[in-house]
């Protein structure tokens, strides 16, 4: 799912080469085409997530590195690729970003076993670090303050649409093909983004551009990386493994170090003193809790309709095309919310509908009907992030001065990658124990030979994608296989409960840190009285 404020960070930055009319229409070209690849990429890839299993052989420990990889350097990088841009030059860095994301689209298609698909994910990562916020900034200095809102909304509009056809698209191609077509179409794209770049888009830097803060960039990667190798090795590992123990240990304080870091840095990747606002820590918070939830839930809901329910990728992909179309049709009414409520309210409403979806998700068994059992639960999430997206970003907008809103807008864009990253690292541990000890239960009652539950035990990490030993008789196959279902369906509702328990922190979030709207009390006040009329008292 899309992040939020990225209409905001677009529009915070002054039009320093303003382009013709007759370019405007290629630099849209480029940036949508650019951006819509990290869009795309960063959904299809969970659609095929059961079929790189079934290729490898992989366990779910390497499923999660296969998009935490990705992730950790999206999320760590992302703010300093867009200084980057500010100060070697916006197409410059624009243009590397695509290049490197196509070169580790060609090795993630070409990779022969996971840990080669794993390390161009992390390469991609990169690249989309710089090409992400590169877009962005393309579409900030290119358009004045007149043409910005359109080329904005226009956009904002084909992303939507490119992020909602993406899990479809990519579901048929591995349906029908292989998932590594869902890598090699990145090809095609990344080449014409760059021929537009380089004929149509001008170069453009900031003249104050600060200093790189490579001490931040450094902290920030090594602290989130070491977080993520500790929690995702310790199934393989255990807790009391040297590697995982010292990675939590190095991850801990990397972090540590990067807030001091940034405290006294003159030119801070992360500016702290944005935080003494209480509605940007509440808003902050919100997102971490809310896209946290999003992001598990993401990763676990195609392993869980292609595994378990027996769906295709395509129809897999089709199924949560409900929701990204609901964000995409209610985000102009959602934005009437806020001037006609508050942001509060809202912040409030959104997550507990959220909250419900998730519970939703907890219900359905195997074999459940779409439309009756995952259907109601899609349009509930669908419709409370719509409610919740739009006044989050305007209270991140409102929070800080103007001419901070573009870091604002970067923050609360990188907070809610942070938060989908540590909650596969962290709940993936959860889903698994919840799996091996339902599955434990179910296959004690099956009387199974000894080095048979021996291996099915040692196998737990790949989750569905559990196989059966083959020597077996078919009742005895099936029966094992219904336990495996079960199992996961078992987690997979615990890890629901779960998002829909952060959802309701989200709701208490919003309800004690984001304050009360006053410039919509006062108006809300003044309509009060007018409607009043003259000679009529109002109560309190």
Known sequence: MRTPCDEIAAQSTTATVPCVTEARTWILAATILGSSMAFIDSTVVNVALPALQASFHATVVDLQWVVESYGVLLAALILIGGSFGDRFGRRLMFVAGVTVFALASAGCGVASNIH??????????LGAA???PGSLAIISTSFDEKSRGPAIGTWSGFSAITTAIGPVLGGWLVEHASWRWVFFLNLPIASAVVAISLWRIPESRSTSAGQIDWPGA?????????????FVESLNLGWRSPL????????????IAFVFVEAASSAPTLPLRLFKSRSFSGANL????????????FFLFPLNLIQVQGYSATATGAAVLPLILLMFFLSRWSGGLVSRYGSRAPLIVGPLIAALGFALFAVPSVGGNYWREFFPAVIAL??????????????????????????????????????????????????????????NSSLAHLMLPSSVLAELQAN???????????????????????????AFVFGFRTVMLICAGLSLGSAAVAWFLIPRDRAHRKLHATVSRDDAGPGKTLGT
């Open 130 to 132: 710089l090409l992400v």
């Open 286 to 297: 919100l997102t971490l809790f809310l896209y946290a939830a999003i992001g598990i839930f």
């Open 460 to 486: 737990k990490n790949k989750l569905a994608g559990l196989q059966v030993p083959a020597d077996l008789s078919p009742n005895m196959k099936a029966d094992i296989n219904v336990s495996i279902r079960q």
């Open 218 to 230: 450094i902290l920030s990667t090594l602290g989130l990386g070491s977080l993520v190798i500790g």
């Open 116 to 125: 080669q698909l794993i390390i161009a994910r992390s390469v991609q990562g």
């Open 244 to 255: 995982v123990f010292w990675s939590l240990i190095l991850g801990v304080g990397c972090l």
């Open 382 to 439: 669908g419709f409370g992030m719509a409610v919740t997206v739009a006044p989050l970003t305007t209270v991140v907008m409102n929070s800080v001065n103007k001419d901070r809103i573009g870091a604002a807008s970067g923050i609360n864009n990188a907070v809610a990658r942070v938060a989908s990253v540590l909650a596969i690292a962290v709940f993936g541990i959860v889903m698994v124990k919840a799996f091996a000890s339902q599955l």
